[in-house]
């Protein structure tokens, strides 16, 4: 089994619905965050989070929130999503000293 | 807050050298190399820490500059296995990890 994994893999959805990606971890790591890669613009820090009490936006958190349920968990939702978050999104985790972030298999998103 | 990677795009033959450049616009405490094969996750290559030395994986090396804050990465004697998209990814003081805009590397026979 994958150590970061991203539930689910794919989702087409439509304009206005509640959408919640979850990630799970077998890690133990303390640290998790969310990228969203569109291409051409790398990949973007959505929300990241260093425990449980502890949850920071990133650079591009509008119309995303997100929930740090346990330290193994990190769900990341669209309250009403919108064409433009059609976009693959990645889960990461890492260490608290290595720093070394080791990513989830990616959940594709395609909002009509 | 995205570091800028240069350049976006490069076409190696096999056995040719690259390089591949990053800067921030912000004080960094260590930088990040990651490679991306298309449909898969990033995966880590190396880190590089303030005061720390070149590092290397296999024929892969990079190197930090802390002043300029700016990293490089050196591919030598490039192999097809190389192809994919590079990122950098930089950190802050507040351990946030922030990639940049990647460098497709595409190694032809």
């Known amino acids: 089994d994958a150590d970061v994994t991203q539930t689910p893999r794919n989702r087409i959805t439509k304009t206005g619905k509640r959408i919640m990606l979850e990630c799970s971890q077998t890690k133990g790591h303390d640290r998790m965050y969310w990228y969203r890669q569109d291409p051409g613009l790398g990949l973007r820090l959505i929300y990241y989070?260093?425990?449980?009490?502890?949850?920071n936006k990133g650079e591009i958190s509008d119309g995303y929130s997100v929930s740090r349920q346990a330290q193994a968990k990190f769900s990341l939702s669209l309250e009403s999503a919108i064409p433009n978050q059609t976009a693959l999104y990645f889960c990461?985790?890492?260490?608290?000293?290595?720093?070394?972030?080791?990513f989830g298999e990616g959940s594709r998103l395609t909002v009509l | 807050q995205q570091p800028v990677q240069s350049p976006q795009a490069v076409i190696l033959r096999e056995g040719e050298d690259a390089v591949i450049n990053c800067s921030s616009s912000k004080a960094l405490y260590s930088v990040h190399w990651y490679r991306q094969k298309h449909g898969e996750a990033p995966v880590f290559l190396m880190i590089?820490?303030?005061?720390?030395e070149q590092k290397g994986h296999e024929k892969i090396s990079a190197s930090f500059n802390e002043k300029k804050q700016q990293s490089s990465l050196y591919l030598t004697a490039s192999q097809l296995s190389y192809s994919g998209t590079y990122f950098c990814?930089?950190?802050?003081?507040?351990?946030?990890?922030?990639f940049g805009t990647g460098t497709s590397l595409t190694v032809i026979p």
């Open positions: 990814g930089t950190e802050g003081s507040g351990n946030q990890f922030y």
């Open positions: 990461a985790t890492a260490g608290a000293f290595t720093g070394e972030l080791f």
């Open positions: 989070s260093f425990d449980v009490k502890d949850i």
């Open positions: 590089l820490l303030k005061g720390g």
